[in-house]
């Protein structure tokens, strides 16, 4: 993923007309300028703190040396011309400018208030007062091997043990693990589930080509005071008003917008007010896994 972002970087410096770098030159690279300006702007996308700033500015250097080699390299080969390179470039150009709009027209969004912290802690218990903590036995398989055999075992096996044991001797690969997760850790939908559980019942989350086989060995009340969650609550009530402004805009914007699908089959059925990645939400406190998430369809 570095390799792929790193590439990405050097294409989008290298197509088109070569610009002069500003700022005070740290290296030449085969007569390619690495400047200050550019160490300063990896210092702040890395939010070095201060007091590691030293260290970091020799590394970062290096990356910027690697990169301007690489950068070279490609130019040389004349992947800067690949039209999925210029095609990369153009997304990646296009996503940088529509980020930066979006930063510049609801970028002042209000912070919440404490009667709006407040008011979020008493409508969610689950996730405070209520707040539950679960200690969690898992055997993550194959979804190939969830077959009817072993379902009528998880049916009538006592704990996963038993289940282990049924896999063991009819050869079946598995790897074990355990977890504690809390009910403010997942989604609200998962966690009313799991809490409605008896202790020890067993259940399956399918999560695409394998699967998990879980028990709860144990639940215990672990809840949490407005002082402590006021924090966390205002990230969460944040970032819920910086989506609904994006759709808002967004919604703006189409509204004033002539769009036209010349391919008819590619059009909505009836037109959206924003894009899904604007649309307000309402997360929880603590973000849940996605594979925890996609296994709430999946809970058998």
């Given at each position: 993923?570095?390799?792929?972002?790193?590439?990405?970087?050097?294409?989008?410096?290298?197509?088109?007309?070569?610009?002069?770098?500003?700022?005070?030159?740290?290296?030449?690279?085969?007569?390619?300028?690495?400047?200050?300006?550019?160490?300063?702007?990896?210092l702040q996308r890395a939010g070095v703190q201060p007091a590691q700033?030293?260290?970091?500015?020799?590394?970062?250097?290096?990356?910027?040396?690697?990169?301007?080699?690489?950068?070279?390299?490609?130019?040389?080969?004349?992947?800067?011309?690949?039209?999925?390179?210029?095609?990369?470039?153009?997304?990646?150009?296009?996503?940088?400018?529509?980020?930066?709009?979006?930063?510049?027209?609801?970028?002042?969004?209000?912070?919440?208030?404490?009667?709006?912290?407040?008011?979020?802690?008493?409508?969610?218990?689950?996730?405070?007062?209520?707040?539950?903590?679960?200690?969690?036995?898992?055997?993550?398989?194959?979804?190939?091997?969830?077959?009817?055999?072993?379902?009528?075992?998880?049916?009538?096996?006592?704990?996963?043990?038993?289940?282990?044991?049924?896999?063991?001797?009819?050869?079946?690969?598995?790897?074990?693990?355990?977890?504690?997760?809390?009910?403010?850790?997942?989604?609200?939908?998962?966690?009313?589930?799991?809490?409605?559980?008896?202790?020890?019942?067993?259940?399956?989350?399918?999560?695409?080509?394998?699967?998990?086989?879980?028990?709860?060995?144990?639940?215990?009340?672990?809840?949490?005071?407005?002082?402590?969650?006021?924090?966390?609550?205002?990230?969460?009530?944040?970032?819920?008003?910086?989506?609904?402004?994006?759709?808002?805009?967004?919604?703006?914007?189409?509204?004033?917008?002539?769009?036209?699908?010349?391919?008819?089959?590619?059009?909505?059925?009836?037109?959206?007010?924003?894009?899904?990645?604007?649309?307000?939400?309402?997360?929880?406190?603590?973000?849940?896994?996605?594979?925890?998430?996609?296994?709430?369809?999946?809970?058998?």
């Amino acid at each position: 993923m570095v390799l792929t972002l790193l590439v990405a970087s050097v294409g989008l410096t290298a197509c088109g007309d070569k610009e002069k770098k500003s700022g005070q030159a740290l290296v030449s690279v085969n007569g390619e300028e690495v400047t200050i300006s550019q160490l300063n702007e990896e210092l702040q996308r890395a939010g070095v703190q201060p007091a590691q700033q030293a260290q970091a500015r020799k590394q970062l250097l290096e990356s910027l040396v690697d990169r301007q080699l690489l950068q070279n390299a490609a130019i040389k080969e004349k992947l800067d011309r690949d039209p999925n390179v210029v095609q990369g470039i153009e997304r990646a150009k296009a996503l940088i400018v529509a980020q930066a709009y979006m930063q510049k027209h609801i970028g002042a969004v209000a912070k919440p208030s404490a009667a709006e912290v407040q008011e979020y802690f008493t409508k969610h218990p689950i996730f405070f007062t209520q707040r539950k903590q679960m200690d969690m036995r898992q055997l993550i398989i194959a979804t190939s091997d969830v077959d009817d055999r072993l379902k009528a075992v998880m049916d009538g096996a006592k704990s996963l043990d038993e289940v282990a044991s049924w896999l063991d001797g009819n050869k079946v690969k598995y790897t074990r693990s355990q977890l504690t997760r809390s009910s403010a850790d997942l989604p609200q939908e998962l966690s009313a589930k799991l809490l409605a559980m008896p202790k020890g019942q067993l259940f399956v989350i399918k999560e695409g080509d394998r699967s998990v086989l879980v028990t709860i060995a144990d639940t215990r009340d672990a809840p949490v005071t407005l002082e402590q969650a006021a924090s966390q609550i205002e990230q969460v009530l944040f970032a819920q008003r910086n989506k609904a402004a994006a759709a808002a805009e967004l919604a703006r914007l189409r509204a004033a917008a002539k769009i036209e699908y010349l391919n008819k089959d590619m059009a909505p059925a009836s037109a959206p007010a924003a894009a899904p990645a604007a649309a307000a939400a309402t997360p929880a406190p603590a973000g849940a896994a996605e594979s925890t998430e996609r296994g709430v369809a999946g809970l058998k």
